[in-house]
T-cell receptor
Framework: DTGVSQDPRHKITKRGQNVTFRCDPI?????LYWYRQTLGQGPEFLTY????????KSRLLSDRFSAERPKGSFSTLEIQRTEQGDSAMYLC??????????????FGPGTRLTVL | GNSVTQMEGPVTLSEEAFLTINCTYT??????LFWYVQYPGEGLQLLLK?????DKGSNKGFEATYRKETTSFHLEKGSVQVSDSAVYFC???????????????FGQGTILTVHP
């Protein structure tokens, strides 16, 4: 399977704990995005990387959130001191940037986080 | 800022009925427009896209036309099937120069249920 993969698929944690999610993009893709989706809503942008550089972070991304993409391959999203409001589906997507509009993003299956 | 508004759902139709899901947007410049679909138990996948005014995107019998004058990108299908039951998201990606800026702004999604 050469699609975007995410691990774990589900995570249940207690409030105050730290969690880390991993995303493996399609191998030749140079852009990687993180989104968050709550029930009944569309995904909301969190941050994105081009190769290993983090180029933009949303205001939604508080200081408790950090993302990395070492060596421009897989990425991790860490949430420190989780809160119940962090419960959501965390989606990863990747794309190959070309000189032109409309680059398609390919989404992974998501990691569903439940904070008790 | 950029925003996408979709018609309120859910939408329930009988097989072979005509489908329209309305989508309007607000954006600076000339965004690319997308429809993504999420089938039950699956990740988001691109259904169709249009990158400039008057372009028509089409796939699997679905169509949408980029209308700059009405800032709309309505999704249509002439005859729906039970297998079209899914959540549909309208989205845009703003441009910066000649390269897609990247991050997607989504609408809230429309649940479509098709009965036999």
């Amino acid at each position: 399977d050469t699609g975007v993969s995410q691990d774990p698929r589900h995570k249940i944690t207690k409030r105050g704990q730290n969690v880390t999610f991993r995303c493996d993009p399609i191998s030749e893709h140079n852009r990687l995005y993180w989104y968050r989706q709550t029930l009944g809503q569309g995904p909301e942008f969190l941050t994105y990387f081009q190769n290993e550089a983090q180029l933009e972070k949303s205001r939604l991304l508080s200081d408790r959130f950090s993302a990395e993409r070492p060596k421009g391959s897989f990425s991790t999203l860490e949430i420190q001191r989780t809160e119940q409001g962090d419960s959501a589906m965390y989606l990863c997507a990747s794309s190959l940037v070309r000189q032109g509009p409309g680059d398609e993003q390919f989404f992974g299956p998501g990691t569903r986080l439940t904070v008790l | 800022g950029n925003s996408v508004t979709q018609m309120e759902g859910p939408v329930t139709l009988s097989e072979e009925a005509f489908l329209t899901i309305n989508c309007t947007y607000t954006a600076t410049g000339y965004p690319s427009l997308f429809w993504y679909v999420q089938y039950p138990g699956e990740g988001l996948q691109l259904l169709l896209k249009a990158t400039k005014a008057d372009d028509k995107g089409s796939n699997k019998g679905f169509e949408a036309t980029y209308r700059k004058e009405t800032t709309s990108f309505h999704l249509e299908k002439g005859s729906v099937q039970v297998s079209d039951s899914a959540v549909y998201f309208c989205a845009l990606s703003a441009h910066a120069g000649g390269t897609s800026y990247g991050k997607l702004t989504f609408g809230q999604g429309t649940i479509l249920t098709v009965h036999p």
